[in-house]
């Protein structure tokens, strides 16, 4: 029998190379990710394998898989270490390699394999490792799974069985560029510079861009895990700046940013100016629901209010359902409303049918805006986002706050807003109009300004964001307000940046 895992072990010792050791916040609430050898060793990896196929056995699921890696030093070992607790469970496991997520997700449909555990810590950084896994296509695991996963695994409740095996598949990744550029190319002539920060997408991102008939500016393109540059993390300003730089350098017609698994993609226009990905969002809801009238798409908490009030939308009779920020729950929301597609601020997009598949996929998302463009033959990029009504909007800002202590200090700052708005007392000198607590708190006052404060889902961090459609003033003193009651609570710690 394997061993139950412990949370706990020190480094270079017998019992850490001889026991299991997973920390329990590695199980988030839509996927799994821990710092390597800190909070998770290989034999943890295995019990998470051996966890994995024992509650695919409970799903009632066909016992295969669809597996990759991405290009970390460290992320082959990690997943061949998941694949043994895999087939110990009676699992027949696809390995597709080196790959993206959504190339993962790609192959659960291209090879008619029902789960995926696609081993990628996205764009955190170097040092951390993770799991994205699902059972039904097109989406992944939500709370309820991984919360029974976390079960399985930490009380070493596993079910073996015969039958594991493991297959290799070759040339995969051809499959995956044959299926996203065999259609008619882009008729217009459009410079684009490529960025992958050196992340996994450089194997993939240019080349496809590039038999689309777009000519590609590469950028940080050279696969390297050491990251040299940036994190690949395309809602991160130094990779929105890096990107810009390049724009103007090179004169192109836009800037495309793809993140460390290649499942988000970030966007500068020809100016060189920063697109944060929910107005993209917008601009490509206002091209879709001209082919699509009518259409739904939803939207994630931390994105602008544009999606509600902008009177093109209106005009096509959009509708916009706001739900909770995270890939797991828009992509579930996505399939089981029949949406169009849907949208997260940090930049993950879901293109359901007809125009996509379902699952998040940067590239997919980078061919939507292509078409965009194409489409508007007379307009840049910059023009079509001037014709966005004007918002002022922040990026993402995280504060530090420690896994264990990030819920409770959310929760106390929805009961703080909720108390504020009871007793009528104002925010930033305004009444609150609306509170959204879905998912954390977005808090609105009566000009239509917002501020938002939620726990990270992936990280020791809370997350916050601000937008007014008023001024960049009325947005600055939303941010000073929302921060203004973090501070109440000494376990947050400094913003990874600010506004």
């Known amino acids: 029998m394997f061993p139950k895992p412990v949370p706990f072990l020190q480094t270079n010792t017998y019992a850490y190379e001889s026991s299991p050791m997973v920390k329990p916040t590695g ?98 950084d170097n040092g951390w490792t993770g799991v994205k896994m699902g059972a039904q296509r097109p989406v992944t695991f939500g709370p309820d799974e991984m919360g029974r996963l976390k079960e399985i695994v930490l009380s070493g409740s596993y079910r073996y069985a015969d039958g594991g095996s493991y297959r290799f598949v070759e040339d995969f990744p051809s499959h995956y560029i044959n299926d996203l550029t065999n259609r008619a190319p882009i008729k217009r002539k459009l410079k684009v510079v490529v960025a992958c920060g050196n992340g996994t997408a450089g194997a993939f991102a240019p080349k496809i861009i590039e038999k689309l008939g777009c000519e590609v500016v590469p950028l940080d393109t050279d696969l390297d895990f050491n990251f040299p540059h940036y994190n690949p993390n395309p809602e991160d300003l130094h990779m929105l700046h890096a990107m810009a730089d390049k724009v103007r350098e090179s004169g192109a017609d836009l800037g495309l940013g793809f993140d460390g698994d290649g499942d ?6 020809n100016h060189g100016e920063e697109i944060f990905a929910d107005k993209i969002g917008v601009m490509l809801a206002r091209d879709l629901s001209k082919l699509h009238p009518g259409a739904t798409f939803v939207v994630d908490v931390k994105s602008t209010g544009l999606f509600a009030t902008d009177p093109d939308l209106l005009k096509q009779n959009v ?19 029949k949406a169009l597609a849907g949208f997260e601020k940090s930049g993950h997009f879901f293109f359901n049918a007809p125009v996509g598949r379902g699952y998040d996929d940067g590239l997919v998302t980078a061919i939507h805006i292509l078409d965009m463009l194409d489409r508007n033959p007379d307009k840049s990029m910059a023009e079509l986002y001037e014709a966005l009504p004007k918002t002022w909007g922040s990026p993402t800002m995280s504060p530090h706050c420690d896994d264990e202590k990030k819920y409770g200090v959310v929760d106390k700052v929805v009961e703080r807003f909720k108390a504020m708005q009871a ?42 964001v601000v937008e007014s ?19 109440e609570n000494p376990e947050v710690g400094a913003y990874n940046q600010t506004i």
């Open 469 to 487: 459609p008023a001024s960049e003033a009325r947005m600055r003193e939303m941010f000073a307000a929302v921060d203004g009651v973090l501070r």
């Open 27 to 124: 199980f988030r609430e839509y996927d799994a990710r821990w710092l390597f050898e800190k909070e998770i060793n290989l034999m943890g990896v295995q019990a998470l394998g051996l966890g994995l196929g024992t509650l695919l056995a409970e799903m009632g699921v066909k016992p295969e898989v669809v597996t990759g890696h991405d290009f970390r030093s460290y992320s082959a070992s990690i997943k061949l270490a998941m694949v043994t607790g895999l087939m110990a469970a009676g699992v027949r496991v696809h390995d597709i390699g080196l790959a993206l997520s959504p190339m993962a997700y790609f192959a659960q449909f291209d090879l008619d394999v029902p789960a995926v555990a696609m081993v990628t810590a996205s764009h955190n």
């Open 319 to 337: 509708k916009a359902d706001y739900w909770k920020t995270g890939h797991s729950y828009i992509k579930r929301r996505v399939t089981d409303l």
């Open 423 to 464: 007793k009528g007392e104002t925010l930033t000198g305004q009444k609150i109009r609306d509170l959204v607590t879905v998912n954390g708190v977005r808090v609105t006052t009566e000009d239509g300004t917002w501020g938002l404060v939620r726990a990270s889902s992936n990280k020791p961090e809370l997350v916050v």
């Open 264 to 269: 988000r993609c970030g966007v500068v226009d």
